[in-house]
């Protein structure tokens, strides 16, 4: 009887630790799964970035006396709505 009982405990515990080991797995593989998820979306946003950069060094590049005019008209409505 109390060799059942000790079985029965040793059962638990294994099945226990059977379960941790499970949950430990299962949470690193959604870290991973996340990491490279985040990693894709910066990149994705790095890229777009770039381009964007690019597109307004080309447009500034091009029509340099109309880029001052928006900068200019941008830094007086900033301005205005700051002193406000």
Known sequence: MHRAKHNGKHALKKDISDIKHALSQGAAHLKEKAGASVTHY??????????VQDDIGNYVSNK???S?????????????FLNR
């Not at 910066?42 to 381009?51: G, L, V």
């Open 42 to 51: 910066y990149d994705n946003f790095r890229d777009k970035t770039a381009e």
């Open 68 to 80: 001052m005019g928006i900068a200019m008209l941008a830094g007086m409505a900033i301005g205005y």
């Open 64 to 66: 340099p006396i109309k």
